[in-house]
């Protein structure tokens, strides 16, 4: 057994998009970037957890990385495939069966909305019929159900997309790398009320891999390892309130993101207090300020204090949140979102973060990292990190 495991390898290749490759040659380009990170070769890998949603099966990046019959499992769980990779592969070294594996995630996304079909969620096909599955439309009714119930001014939300694309003008991986001003964000086309289109983030392309190895590889190979202190993964439980679920309990029921958070900060023996910069899923303005509160770094209604005060920004903020820009700078391919933050984290807590690097804090750097992704039909993924 090998409780303790590192990432010491981190490869990406810049999202947006790029037409000269597929989604799995860029998958193939961050593992590569990842291995030579950790002074790696291919062949030294033992197994390897990876998967996207629209850009074909993770297995087949063999036949460019090499065949060296290593098991190689696909991963398909929605927005969370990346946290699902990382976790199976996280897992695979703590059991002690092997000291090298590979997480990746890619992917390649036509231009436009996602086109989910009913069926594939178990939905009738009214679900669809009435433009619910576009989930643009679900996540404007979510948030303006959480501004009515909690006072989030629609002020908080552009904020938090400005924030995001400030951040990505100072993150060579992010898709948006122009900054857009408040008056502009809150003044631009309507997509669904009260969200507008600097608000949503896009579909996208890109890739993300890490190294994961057991803390007896690390040591022998000498690598700069960051630890996996924890990672949660669940579904919804009952009477949540979900994308993609056909009604809404009159009952006030959890959420699969409370229940996540709270299992990561069991396992990490940690809590909110600690972390030194997160990473929050923010498909759109409303799921980072939700997101805030459900993983349990403020309360209800909060954020408003939090965004107005600048509180998660990179410089002078007590938490900064989505360094890289996030979602809304990035875009998202789903299968590498997850992994993205992940990736983040990991340049933050080694100090790699460049002109987005959170500053020193009594001459410390970040010493915990925290991502979290949440996805359809309602599950949540998160990852603690820590840099001894």
């Known amino acids: 057994m090998s409780e303790n495991v590192y990432i010491i ?40 957890y990876g998967g996207s949603a ?43 069966m092997y000291d090298l594996a590979l997480a ?22 009214w679900y669809g019929q009435t433009g619910m599955m576009l989930t643009t439309q679900f996540f404007a009714l979510k948030i303006q159900r959480y501004m009515q119930l909690h006072g989030i001014s629609r002020t908080t939300l552009g904020r938090v997309a400005e924030k995001a694309f400030r951040n990505g ?12 001003d408040l008056e502009t964000i809150l003044n631009a086309p309507m997509i669904n009320d009260p969200l507008t289109k600097y608000m949503f983030c896009s579909p996208a392309e890109g890739a993300v891999a890490l190294i994961l190895a057991s803390e007896s590889k690390m040591r022998q190979l000498g690598a700069d390892g960051v630890k996996i202190r924890a990672v949660s993964v669940k579904t919804r439980p009952p009477n949540s309130f979900e994308v ?14 409370v229940l996540a958070s709270k299992g990561a900060f069991e396992k990490a023996g940690v809590g909110p207090e600690d972390i030194g910069v997160a990473q929050l899923q923010d498909t759109e303005s409303g799921a980072e300020i939700m997101h805030m509160a459900e993983n349990g770094f403020c309360k209800d209604g909060d954020q408003e204090e939090w965004l107005a005060n600048g509180w998660t920004e990179i410089r002078g903020g007590k938490l900064p949140v989505n360094t890289d820009g996030g979602c809304l700078a990035c875009g998202e ?14 340049q933050q807590l080694r100090q790699r973060g460049g002109e987005r690097q959170v500053p020193e ?22 990852a603690i990190l820590e840099r001894e």
Request: aromatic share 8%; with cysteine.
């Open 104 to 125: 990746v995630g890619f992917d390649k996304h036509p231009r436009g909305a996602f086109n989910a079909k009913p069926s594939d969620y178990g939905l009738p096909e």
């Open 54 to 96: 629209a850009a074909g099966n993770a297995d087949i990046m063999v036949n460019e990385l090499g065949l060296t019959s290593l098991p190689f499992t696909n991963v398909a769980n929605g927005c969370a495939t990346g946290g699902s990779a990382l976790a199976a592969s996280q897992q695979a070294i703590a059991s002690g």
């Open 9 to 48: 390898g981190a490869g990406i290749h810049p999202f947006g998009r790029t037409d000269s490759r597929s989604g799995r040659e860029q998958g193939v380009y961050a593992v590569r970037e990842a291995l030579s990170d950790a002074g790696l070769d291919w062949p030294d890998i033992e197994c390897a």
């Open 333 to 346: 391919p789903i299968g590498a979102s997850g992994l993205r933050q992940v990736y983040e984290n990991v």
């Open 361 to 382: 804090k009594n001459g410390k750097g970040p010493r915990f990292g925290y991502s979290h992704v949440y996805g359809a039909p309602g599950l949540s993924a998160v």
């Open 244 to 257: 993609f679920q056909a009604g809404v309990s009159i009952e006030e029921g959890g959420k699969p993101t």
């Open 169 to 180: 003008t100072l993150t060579p991986h992010a898709w948006r790398r122009s900054p857009v």
